[in-house]
């Protein structure tokens, strides 16, 4: 099912949970939304769900107004980021409970509940209440039942937050292969980008309620539209240098340090800048290129075939990725040159990117 | 000290210990002994005394046991006068009161505590303030209603009145209150309206509260005399309490038989409290649920 979200608004008294979004998700993609803590992830989520009802703005299922559908009609799954099984039930009753519901008879009912305890490897523990499981255990309870009717749209609120790295990482391909089984469009709450990065065919970056950029996940990553967007993404963070193009060079804030950088020429003249660079970035040069900084070494990590070194560039700390044979000693300086993937140029103040 | 001298100095605290437990427990029981003789012993006295002769009541000093049970005056009672229609409208009444009451309550307090319209807290603090006014108070208006809706002398205004109670819908509400709102929502997106969230999802995880107030409901409907006195007046409308008194007042004072009627108007609450024990402590205990 194709999901539209149009300009949708959604405000708590004062507090902007979602404001203007606009957000198209495909038929049959596994969509994440990700943001920081409080970004309004869950709030778009209960929008869709039909929980929340929106301050503004539009939702289409294929086309279809839903604004003002209540939940029960809007044929969903989901799983909130508390699980909120019922408790008087078996994990049984609590998988088969949407199908009875739907007055589905009972023996067919439980064999449908049956198959999904099952894929989701809960089917040892039919009888038990949900009190007597785990959380992870509960989690993927709540993955069955939301599955379990066959729902056009699969909500899924950080399913995973409460798993061992383990069996996260088994359950993302578990819901990856599900999800690509059953095609169902599905939305992936997460606040973990390499969760997002890995198991999503588009991702949503949100932040403060607002929509940063919404694109395919190595595109987010390799043309971020803000520096928000750059920030979030990539372990170790991107690198940030402050200051102003001035005739065809970058000046580093706060020093002399200045570098040509005849790709930045297009920035307005003194306008405070940010120039970003990943850590995968960056590199030492050889003798004849240009546009270089020198770095003074702080530390160096050599970590099997990679080595991560800290630096510093005219007061800014730096962090990048070396070649395995060349280990410089702290203390000694050396030039650094940046790849044109992976450097970016945002304005100081609005973050937007220049290039 | 040596080792041996604190060895021993040891076990002789460790004995007062024991023996200064042993004190403290022996009196706990014995003053819980001495509570529930005080408690029981008018039930004992009541049990024993119908199956006992006149002669054998009036006898001083008095005797515990009869020398043979005479079983004889629960029939003599229920040949004196007709309890046997007594009991069957105290069983009618009783029932329809607990569902009636019990349904009025579960939907009250699912209003008051998960839909949303306006003037809702208000509303239900207005229907608080009405637990100030006491019973008897009421009694008159309620008389009124009941004599202008021509159902005195009907058994049908033993329970009409007491459909809607604000006590158990607002320990009911409590309960709902309790029960977290993710679970709602899982409900209505699982494909349940307010309706089948209520009967499937609020109502047996309040099974603990609505047990009380069933039991509670009960005991009350089952015991009461002053309303039914007021409005019934044929002996084919009364109630067991009601019988009671009437028997006890026309029939003259024949202690075994009034002893055996009482038995009979006791006995089905003793069973009831006997069954339900477990969930009435269950439901006090609880008092409120895990998310
Ligand atoms: N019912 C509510 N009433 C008032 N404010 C709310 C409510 N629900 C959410 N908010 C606010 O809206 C904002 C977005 O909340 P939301 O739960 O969508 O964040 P989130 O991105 O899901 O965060 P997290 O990753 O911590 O779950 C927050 O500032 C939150 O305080
Ligand atoms: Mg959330």
């Given at each position: ?14 507090t902007?949970a ?29 929008l ?15 086309g ?14 989901l799983?909130?980021q ?45 009888h038990?209440?949900p ?17 379990v ?7 899924l ?15 993302r ?15 992936f709450?997460?606040h ?6 890995s ?28 520096q928000?967007v750059?920030d ?29 950088f ?8 003194g306008?405070?800048?940010?120039l970003a ?37 005219g ?9 395995g ?7 000694t ?12 140029l ?10 | ?7 021993g ?5 460790a ?54 049970p ?19 409208n ?8 607990v569902?009636?009451t019990?349904?009025v ?21 207005l229907?608080?303030s ?5 019973f008897?108070m ?16 009907n ?13 158990y ?6 309960f ?12 209505r ?20 509260a ?10 009350t409907?089952?015991?009461s ?10 002996t ?10 009437v ?32 969930q ?12």
């Open positions: 099912m194709k999901v539209e979200m149009r300009g949708l608004t959604k405000h708590f008294g004062s902007v979602v404001e203007d979004f606009t957000v198209t998700l495909e038929d049959g993609h596994l969509t994440s939304i990700l943001g920081p803590s409080g970004c309004g992830k869950s709030t778009v989520l209960n869709l769900a039909g929980i929340v009802p929106a301050t503004r703005g539009e939702i289409l299922f294929d279809e107004a839903v604004t003002g559908l209540p939940p029960e009609l809007r044929g969903i799954g799983v909130f508390n699980y909120s099984l019922y408790p008087h039930m078996t994990v049984l009753g609590n998988i088969s409970f949407p199908l009875e519901i739907k007055k589905v008879p009972r023996a067919q009912r439980e064999e449908s509940a049956r198959a999904m305890a099952a894929l989701v490897h809960v089917d040892n523990l039919l038990r209440k009190r007597e499981l785990s959380g992870g255990q509960q989690q993927r309870v709540a993955i069955a039942r939301a599955l009717k066959k729902p056009n749209l699969l909500l609120d950080e399913p995973l937050s409460n798993l061992d790295a383990r069996l996260r990482l088994e359950m391909e578990e819901i990856r292969r599900i999800q690509q089984e059953t095609r169902v469009t599905t939305v709450v997460t973990d980008q390499e969760e997002a990065m198991i999503s065919d588009r991702i949503v970056l949100m932040n403060a309620g607002r929509l940063q950029q919404e694109d395919e996940p190595q595109r987010l990553y390799h043309e971020p539209r803000n928000f750059a979030f993404l990539g372990t170790p963070p991107i690198n940030h240098l402050p200051g102003h193009m001035k005739g065809g060079a970058f000046i580093l804030e706060g020093g002399q340090a200045r570098f040509p005849s790709r930045g020429a297009g920035a307005p003249e306008r405070p800048l940010i660079v990943r850590a995968e970035s960056a590199h030492v040069p050889d003798p004849d290129e240009g546009a270089l900084f020198s770095a003074s070494v702080e530390s160096i990590y050599a970590m099997g075939k990679e080595v991560l070194g800290y630096f510093d560039i007061g800014h700390s730096f962090r990048c990725y070396l070649d044979d060349m280990l410089p000693r702290p203390g300086e050396i030039p650094i040159a940046f790849r044109e993937r992976g450097t970016f945002f304005d100081g103040e609005t973050g937007e990117r220049l290039l | 000290m040596t080792a041996k001298e604190s060895a100095l040891c076990a002789e605290i004995r007062a210990n024991r023996l200064r437990a042993l004190l403290a427990r022996g009196a706990t029981y014995f003053f819980l002994a001495l509570g529930a003789v005080v408690m029981l012993f008018p039930f004992f006295w009541m049990f024993t005394s119908a199956f006992k002769t006149p002669q054998e009541v009036a006898t001083f000093p008095p005797r515990w046991l009869p020398a043979a005479r079983f004889e005056n629960f029939a003599t009672v229920f040949e004196k006068a007709p309890f046997g229609i007594y009991f069957l105290s069983a009618l009444i009783t029932a329809a009161s569902a009636g019990g349904l309550t579960i939907l009250a307090a699912f209003a008051f505590s998960r839909l949303k319209f306006p003037g809702r807290n208000l509303l239900f603090t229907l608080l009405l637990m100030m006014i006491p008897e009421l009694v008159i208006t309620n008389y009124e209603t009941i004599a202008a809706w021509r159902l005195i002398d058994r049908l205004s033993l329970f009409i009145p007491f459909l809607g109670s604000i006590f819908t607002y320990i009911l509400r409590n709902f209150l309790s029960i977290p709102d993710g679970l709602y929502w899982s409900a997106v699982d494909g349940a309206g307010n309706w089948t969230y209520l009967w499937k999802v609020m109502v047996p995880i309040a099974r603990p609505l047990t009380t107030i069933v039991l509670l409901n009960a005991i409907s089952w015991n005399f002053m309303w039914p006195m007021l409005v019934i007046n044929s084919a409308n009364r109630t067991l309490p009601l019988g009671l008194y028997f006890m007042t026309e029939g003259g004072i024949n202690f075994e038989l009034l002893m055996a009627a009482s038995t009979v108007v006791v006995l089905p609450i003793i069973l009831l409290f006997l069954i339900a024990r477990k009435i402590v269950g439901g006090v205990a609880r008092g409120g649920m895990k998310g």
